[in-house]
Every structure is written in structure tokens, then in C-alpha cells.
């Protein structure tokens, strides 16, 4: 049986990470073989990838678009098609999604544009449950650990990433979910992992 490809999204400071954490260790806990993934990353030649979108000192739009597909396509190829095929649940920090806010909406891209563009590069392998933590964008950001090139864009860019999310959400209801991120890391893995469940269950 395939497995499930559960991403997780939202603005700096939305706490992706440690909730992405303790939902694999819930879905360790019931038996689920767990693969756990970021972007930028997640490869060797992903991690080199990550280190130029981060720190470089200039970059187009598109150069950066590209380059998030490009570390995208290995990710897919290398860890996250194989993981799906054995069966094995993945639990993305970020996926295409971010992409499609961050490059296509927020720097002005055009979702579609960007959308193509990493159709080419995923072949159809995109996460069955985005789900979006939703924090005010001042709060993630005051909440921000190392700041980088992306992060450092303020706090407007942040807003309109923010409603990026949001309006993902709205287009694809069954796929993109916003969960308010005011509880704790645990409280909200138990609702990812009861959306997942749902939807791959
Ligand atoms: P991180 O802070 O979650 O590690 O993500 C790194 C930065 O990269 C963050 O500012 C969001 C940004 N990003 C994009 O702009 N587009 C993408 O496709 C991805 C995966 C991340």
C-alpha cells in the first residue's frame, strides 16, 4: 500500500518544525514506518541548494523559484517517491506549497506560473495533507530563530504570504487545511495526524 505524504506549512515562527517532529513520533507510536523531510533540503545536493537560497546576496525570483524546484525534484526522486512506494508515511517541514505562497504569491510570481514549473519537477508526486500552522505573521516573526535571506523580508512580505495560505486553502479544500497554532506542539500533532488520517486513512 502507498503511504501518506503529510506537509507541513506556514509563515517564519509558525513552529512547523517541532510540530512536524511530534507528529512522526505519534505515528511512530501507532507503528507507521516515518520518514521525516525539510525544504530547502533533505538530500546532499538539496542541502548545497538550501545553503545558496538562504545566504546568497543576490537572486532574481525566478533564479530562487527554480532553484526550490530543483532541490524539490531531487527530494521527490531521491526520499520521498521511494519512501511512498515502501509504504512508509513522510512528514514534510515545507513542500511545493510554500513555493506556490512564497514565490508565486508573495514575490509575484503567479501561483500557475510556479505551479508548472514544479509539476515538471515533482511528476505528480505532491503531499495528500498540507496543513497550514496559522499564526499572526508579527508573531512568528518576533518568535524567528536564525534569520536568512526569505525570512529576513519583513513583515509585509510575511502578511502576504500569510494570505497566500489562506487562499490556497480556499482553492483546495481537501488537500490545503489552516489549523490555528495557538496550542501546544502536541495538541496540534494530534490534529494533523487525525486530518491525515482521514485523508490517506
Ligand atoms: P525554513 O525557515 O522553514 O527552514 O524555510 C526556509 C525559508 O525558505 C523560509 O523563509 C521559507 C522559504 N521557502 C520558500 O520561499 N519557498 C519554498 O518553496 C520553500 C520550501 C521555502
Known sequence: MRGCYVALEGVE?????????????????RGFDVVEV???GGT??????????????EMTPWAEAMLFAAQRAQLVAEVVAP??????WVVSDRSYYSSLAYQGDARGLGVEAVRKVNE?????????????LDVDPGRGLARQGDVDRIGGQGLEFQRRVA??????????????????????????????????EARCG
Open 13 to 29: 515562527g509558525a513552529g512547523k518544525s517541532t510540530v512536524g517532529r511530534a507528529v512522526a513520533a505519534r505515528l511512530r507510536k
Open 38 to 40: 525539510r525544504e530547502p
Open 44 to 57: 546532499p545536493l538539496g542541502e548545497e541548494i538550501r545553503r545558496l537560497l538562504l545566504h546568497a546576496d
Open 83 to 88: 519512501a511512498l512506494e515502501d509504504g512508509a
Open 120 to 132: 515538471y519537477a515533482v511528476g505528480g508526486v505532491v503531499p495528500d495533507l498540507v496543513v497550514v
Open 163 to 196: 494570505e497566500a495560505y489562506h487562499r490556497l486553502a480556499e482553492a483546495e479544500p481537501s488537500r490545503v487545511v489552516v489549523v490555528t497554532a495557538d496550542a501546544g506542539p502536541d495538541e496540534l500533532a494530534e490534529q494533523v495526524v487525525a486530518l491525515a
